[in-house]
């Protein structure tokens, strides 16, 4: 199995890309989705924020009220590593889960937005990174996420710049056009990785 990491900084469009991959035969590990769930009411993650937090952090339903747990990771960068702390050795234990599962697929592509400040690219086959020029990202933030620019600038300062991480990746695939070149730039590398899987079989 090939184990391929897909990163890119926000709004660069790796969702997308992630997308393509799996209809083209990849199993996806989504790490922003796996946060989502172990961040429900009832898990160890859960409590562990709300223990930390405090209930200022809860919605009235009961669940975390991510906008206001952003304004504070944002207001605050001590507070921001104790999220991450808690957050990121929970999801790298469902990905070494995930790992040891080995589906069916040739690829497994983890998606992981933090591949390069949080994770360690080297224990990957391969890295995919998909990039956009900063002000076609901070635009979509700010038209498909309904920030405010400071938001949408205060986000994308918490990532490693891009442009070092194209020198690091193994494959970059730019967004900055339309869907369908998106798509036929997603094909290309996909067809390579594709190439690398059936020659390590």
Do not use: C
Request: net charge neutral; proline share 5%; no cysteine.
């Amino acid at each position: 199995m090939l184990s391929v990491a897909l990163t890119g900084n926000i709004a660069s469009g790796k969702s997308s890309v992630a997308r393509l991959f799996s209809d083209w035969g990849a199993v996806v590990f989504d790490a922003d989705a796996e946060v989502r769930r172990l961040q429900e009411p009832g898990t160890p993650v859960f409590a562990a924020i709300v223990d930390h937090f405090g209930p200022a952090v809860l919605a009235p339903d009961g669940r975390l009220d991510r906008a206001a747990l952003r304004t504070r990771m944002l207001a605050d960068a001590g507070e921001r590593e104790a999220l991450e702390r808690i957050v990121h050795a929970a999801v790298r234990a469902e990905h070494r889960r995930a790992l040891e599962r080995r589906s069916s697929s040739p690829i497994l592509v983890s998606d992981i937005p933090l591949l390069y400040e949080a994770a360690d690219p080297s224990q990957f086959d391969a890295v995919v990174l998909v990039d956009a020029p900063e002000p076609l990202r901070l635009e979509r933030l700010r038209r498909e996420r309904g920030l405010s620019a400071e938001d949408a600038q205060a986000l994308a300062r918490l990532q490693l710049p891009a442009a070092a991480k194209r020198a690091r990746a193994d494959f970059v695939i730019d967004n900055d056009q339309s869907r369908e070149i998106l798509r036929e730039r997603a094909w290309a590398v996909w067809r390579k990785l594709v190439s690398h899987a059936r020659n390590r079989a």
